[in-house]
């Protein structure tokens, strides 16, 4: 009987459930897809920003070129900037310095030899952004401190703060202005080109000193060592390093100008540094044209001080030999002193 039913009972083939597929939506976010991807219980690595310190490596002088096609601009109060579009004046163009002992953090400079500072004051009552402008401090702080974060093709400088350097859009007098916060909206405000306008020269690798001679064993043996010889080796081998060392060098880098700039009333303030750059020339003449260009002022007199009286005395000869390091003091047209 038991096999009776089994028999009339007809065999039917079991069709396997097909999964639901697996593609993704269109309408998953790109940030769900990398999550769905990670088994559970662990999470997908962040994507960590990168530094934008390769833009700068090899730059000495650079213009930003904010969103709007304008550049970051040095005022000529030398207190204020703001965004132009007239990019190819002195104004435009902002000296980049590095932070001895802090990695991927770079400063700029003005051609009025002052720093590109974020502040903490307000720039306008009942807004979040905070001004930014020139200032010289007797120490330089993590105020004049931005760090570059690569976007693209493109940088984000970003305070030690946390806020970003930002060129205003707008009407007056929002647009032109120039703020550091953290934008909600308008986020590419907060991007920059970055324009190299010279590049930062090469240093030459250090050239090693070749020792000296050694003496042969039979030299020694055969005769016993005079003075005259003993004294003369050593000094010989060092004139002839030091001249084939230090003095390719010095051709080939120039010398090192540490100036300062008088003040409207005459007076040069004292302590703070003094900025500095590699002269290359050989003549007053282009000197002064040079320090015209990195101080942003026109027709300047070129003077030393003297180290007893302390009075300044327009230099009229030529340059010191051998690549000396200056001390230069550059008097505007303007200084009543």
Same mark, same amino acid.
């Given at each position: 009987?038991?096999?009776k039913v089994l028999s ?17 939506? =269109? ?16 999470? =997908? ?35 204020s900037v703001c965004q ?15 932070? /001895? ?6 400063? &700029? ?53 946390? %806020? ?11 647009? @032109? ?10 986020? /590419? ?7 190299? *306008? ?13 020792p000296p001679p050694a003496?042969?064993? $039979?030299?020694?043996? $055969?005769? =016993? $060592? ?33 100036? %300062? ?13 003094? +900025?500095?750059?590699? &002269?290359?020339?050989? #003549? ?11 101080? #942003?002022?026109?027709?300047?007199? *070129?003077?030393?001080? @003297?180290?007893? @009286? ?9 340059? +010191?030999?051998? @690549? ?8 505007? $047209?303007?200084?009543? #002193?």
């Amino acid at each position: 009987m038991q096999e009776k039913v089994l028999s009339d009972v007809e065999a039917v083939e079991a069709t396997p459930k097909t999964p639901p597929s697996l593609s993704p939506s =269109p309408h998953i976010c790109r940030e769900s897809m990398l999550i769905m991807s990670f088994p559970i219980g662990r999470m =997908p690595p962040t994507l960590e920003p990168r530094s934008g310190m390769e833009l700068f490596q090899k730059a000495k002088t650079v213009r930003l070129r904010s969103h709007h096609e304008k550049f970051l601009l040095a005022e000529e109060d030398q207190e204020s900037v703001c965004q132009d579009r007239q990019g190819s004046i002195q104004r435009a163009k902002w000296t980049v310095e590095f932070v /001895d002992g802090v990695d991927g953090v770079v400063r &700029f400079r003005s051609c009025y030899g002052k720093y590109l500072t974020a502040t903490d004051e307000q720039f306008l009552l009942g807004v979040t952004g905070r001004r930014v402008c020139q200032t010289l401090p007797r120490k330089l702080d993590s105020k004049v401190d931005w760090e570059p974060i690569r976007d693209g093709f493109q940088v984000r400088l970003k305070t030690r703060y946390g %806020n970003y350097l930002r060129a205003n859009g707008g009407l007056p007098p929002w647009r @032109n202005s120039i703020t550091h916060d953290i934008p909600h909206r308008h986020k /590419d405000w907060i991007l920059w080109e970055v324009d190299i *306008v010279e590049l930062r020269p090469e240093q030459p690798p250090p050239q090693l000193a070749s020792p000296p001679p050694a003496q042969s064993d $039979s030299l020694s043996e $055969s005769e =016993p $060592s005079s003075p005259s010889f003993n004294l003369r080796t050593p000094r010989s081998s060092k004139l002839e390093s030091s001249d084939s060392a230090g003095g390719t060098s010095a051709k080939s880098e120039g010398r090192v100008i540490y100036y %300062n700039v008088v003040e409207d009333d005459g007076k040069i303030e004292e302590g703070r540094e003094e +900025p500095s750059f590699l &002269f290359k020339g050989h #003549g007053l003449e282009e000197l002064t044209a040079k320090l015209e260009e990195e101080t #942003g002022l026109e027709d300047v007199i *070129v003077c030393s001080r @003297n180290r007893l @009286n302390g009075k300044l005395y327009p230099l009229r000869l030529d340059l +010191p030999p051998n @690549n000396a390091t200056m001390h230069i003091v550059v008097v505007p $047209s303007s200084s009543k #002193g």
